[in-house]
């Protein structure tokens, strides 16, 4: 093993980020080599800066005319230049401020964001640190398709799906806590907690939340070391007011020294900046301090460099601008008004068809989709059905379908709704013997 590796797994040596980390995770590191040797360079050459691999005229990057006047508001070096592996420092510390701004519970004791080209990007790195061949992670079912992607078929580890919507108004806590604690019967729990949900459109009631938390805090007081991963792609996006309006990755970074939060999130959600392909990583658990997190987040760069080498250096800045405009405040306000709209327009029309015999709504309050559990239907016929008829929805396997209300107009949803229930009803009569 690399004598680098060594010395960071020495400094989370007793730690629980030490104890969950992956042979992967063990062995990765951040090099001395050219990204650390140009970072070098960069505050001490000052005849001349001959470690990187980009070409420069006068101290600044060579530019296409035809990329310059695409981004006529950019310099040079914050559209092609290289961005440092763990992202551009304003960038780190712009969002961390943000993120308290948002979570006003959120302590100090985290990490410095680092960056990474997208949440799904944060999501297989978190894997590929924390996750081995065969080991289990919990997740919702349904969830997100790329999960078993990425755990699964990746990695090659065992995603476990837990039910948490069975047929009540909320999340089915009784599920969900039957499902931890069998898990914590190995030792260890892994677990991915994706609010708001897709593809239910979900997150925890205030009361949900205080129950998930205690949950968790009693099976880590029983002994179990628990790697916590807070998927907050559609953070923000919340239609009722009893939902919990913070990440509960908040209460999860300083509840217990036996609990390791990763939060994913980033502005391509949040801030309608889905191509930009960024996102960000934070670390937190009450009992690591600078050192392990400054351990934790060179192992993390390392599988960084090690894959992409850095994220996309203007989507970073574009940020920045957008985050720095006067403008954002009032359109983020007008498009989250225009999404509680459309959530407000479905969740009238599904409540009065509630009865449906074919088609059963999931709890929906937030986020960008819905979806029906399918009864004696099977959803990928019926997705069919609707795709014959111009209305495209998604079917995952044969017992949901799941609808992205995001990008219906809020004048076309009774339609639309309207085909997708007489579809069903058309097929259920089919079905029935």
Not at 220 to 228: F, N, P, R, S, V
Not at 229 to 253: M, P, T
Request: net charge negative; charged share 20%; with cysteine.
């Amino acid at each position: 093993m690399n004598v680098l590796a060594e010395e960071l797994n020495n400094a989370l040596e007793g730690t629980i980020a030490g104890r969950m980390l992956s042979k992967v995770g063990r062995r990765i590191y951040f090099p001395k080599g050219i990204i650390a040797q140009s970072a070098e360079a960069k505050k001490a050459a000052s005849k001349a800066n001959a470690t990187i691999g980009m070409a420069f005229s006068h101290g600044s990057p060579l530019l296409m005319s035809v990329i310059k006047d695409a981004m006529p508001v950019f310099k040079p070096s914050e559209i092609v230049a290289y961005a440092p592996t763990a992202g551009v420092e304003e960038a780190r510390l712009a969002w961390k401020n943000l993120l308290s701004q948002k979570n006003p519970s959120i302590t100090e004791h985290t990490s410095l964001p680092v960056v990474v080209s997208g949440l799904t990007a944060g999501i297989s790195l978190t894997a590929s640190l924390f996750l081995d061949e065969e080991q289990t992670i919990l997740a919702s079912a349904p969830c997100w398709d790329n999960y078993e992607l990425i755990f699964q078929e990746r990695y090659g580890a065992s995603l476990k799906e837990i039910p948490f919507f069975n047929g009540g108004a909320g999340l089915d806590m009784d599920s969900i806590e039957k499902g931890v604690r069998e898990q914590a019967e190995t030792g260890v729990v892994r677990i991915i907690l994706n609010f708001p949900n897709n593809p239910s459109g979900y997150s925890p009631t205030i009361e949900e939340a205080e129950k998930l938390i205690g949950l968790f805090k009693d099976v880590a007081d029983k002994g179990t070391d628990m790697l916590i991963i807070c998927d907050d792609a559609y953070f923000g996006l919340f239609y009722e007011d009893h939902i919990i309006q913070e990440s509960i990755f908040c209460q999860l970074s300083t509840l217990h020294e036996r609990i390791l939060a990763v939060k994913i999130d980033g502005p391509t959600k949040e801030d309608y900046a889905w191509g930009l392909r960024m996102g960000f990583m934070t670390f937190g658990s009450r009992n690591l301090t600078a050192v392990h997190y400054d351990a934790l987040v060179k192992k993390l760069t390392g599988a960084i460099r090690s894959t992409v080498s850095c994220a996309n250096t203007p989507a970073q800045y574009l940020m920045l601008k957008t985050m720095n405009d006067p403008r954002t405040p009032v359109e983020k306000d007008k498009y989250f008004n225009i999404l509680k709209n459309r959530y407000l327009a479905v969740k009238k029309f599904v409540s009065a068809h509630a009865e449906d015999k074919n088609l059963h709504a999931l709890p929906f309050n937030s986020g960008y989709f819905m979806s029906f559990r399918c009864m004696g239907v099977k959803a990928e016929t019926l997705r069919q059905r609707l795709l014959a008829k111009g209305v495209g929805v998604v079917a995952l396997g044969d017992a949901y379908i799941r609808v992205a209300f995001s990008s219906i107009e809020e004048e076309d949803i009774p339609a639309i709704y309207h085909l997708i229930y007489e579809e069903a009803a058309v097929l259920g009569e089919s079905q029935t013997p």
